[in-house]
């Protein structure tokens, strides 16, 4: 499958999206969004991937506020980086410090050696789910790939 790499830089394949979500809360979000990349070939280890994952959560919610959550681990689960998004229309408990449900979940996984892009996607992907346009028409969005054309348009202006 392709990879769109959106012109905000974010590497994103349309089966690394879920419009919609069914987990109540974080660790089960971070379960569902690793289900997606089950027999992905950027994935080595799914088991090591989503320990890594859990255990960042546990540490503290990545919870932007806004209904934002940005979970995000270094593995050696994964080959290369990878990003996953996932939509909830009822909202998932992300024990935030706002205490307001999570409706847009933007996963970010990397192998340790790419430590400097890791932090450069967190920081772009937090930046871009930060506006209220791009959470309105993700939240609006019915398919993965219109998931992808809205961060591809709307997320332009983060790629500098």
């Excluded at 349309?14 to 109540?24: G, I, N, Q, S, T």
């Excluded at 950027?42 to 806004?66: N, Q, W």
Aim: charged share 30%; glycine share 8%.
């Amino acid at each position: 499958m392709k990879l769109l790499r959106s012109k905000s830089g974010f590497p994103i394949l349309p089966h690394r999206v879920a419009v919609e979500l069914k987990a109540k809360d974080s660790f089960e979000a971070i379960r569902e969004l690793c289900g997606l990349l089950e027999g992905d070939s950027d994935v080595v280890d799914i088991r090591a991937l989503r320990s890594a994952l859990i255990r960042r959560e546990r540490v503290e919610s990545t919870s932007l506020g806004k209904g934002v959550a940005v979970p995000h681990a270094h593995s050696s689960g994964v080959r290369s980086l990878i990003m996953c998004i996932g939509i909830s229309k009822e909202g998932v408990e992300f024990y935030a410090a706002d205490g307001g449900p999570v409706y847009i979940i933007g996963m970010v996984c990397a192998p340790h050696r790419d430590f400097q892009d890791y932090l450069g996607y967190i920081k772009k992907l937090s930046k871009t789910l930060g506006r209220d346009e791009v959470r309105e028409a993700l939240l609006a969005a019915r398919s993965p790939v219109e998931v992808v054309e809205i961060l591809s348009s709307k997320g332009e202006s983060d790629a500098a």
